[in-house]
């Protein structure tokens, strides 16, 4: 079955960089469209960036658009979310996710989330 294990989540100052990490298993990664989806306190789920099979292609939300970068390595099964100018706004639980382009993959697709959080 599909997992996908983030990482490298913590508390950032805003202004800050964080770099999340995804490991992905159970399925085909590199025949994969991936995305990053977050879900910040008391809100639902918001898609944040995806990724095209091989990397050429990417997408972002308006809101994060500019400061953040998304990549992967399919020869490692990894995606990665390079995150910038981090604002307190942009604190939630990332989730690396299967599928999706421009919208929010299937809950079952999800990892179990790293947090983010961006505070002074």
């Known amino acids: 079955q599909v997992q996908l294990v983030e990482s490298g989540g913590g508390l950032v100052q805003p202004g800050g960089s964080l770099r999340l990490s995804c490991a992905a298993s159970g399925f085909s990664f590199s025949t994969s469209l991936m995305s990053w989806v977050r879900q910040a306190p008391g809100k639902g789920p918001e898609w944040v960036a995806s990724i095209n099979f091989s990397g050429a292609a990417t997408i972002f939300s308006d809101s994060v658009k500019g400061r953040f970068n998304v990549s992967r390595d399919n020869a490692e099964k990894t995606l990665s979310l390079q995150m910038n100018s981090l604002r307190p706004e942009n604190t939630a639980l990332y989730y690396c996710?299967?599928?999706?382009?421009?919208?929010?993959?299937?809950?079952?697709?999800w990892g179990q989330g790293t947090q983010v959080t961006v505070s002074s």
């Open positions: 996710a299967r599928g999706g382009w421009g919208t929010v993959p299937a809950r079952s697709y």
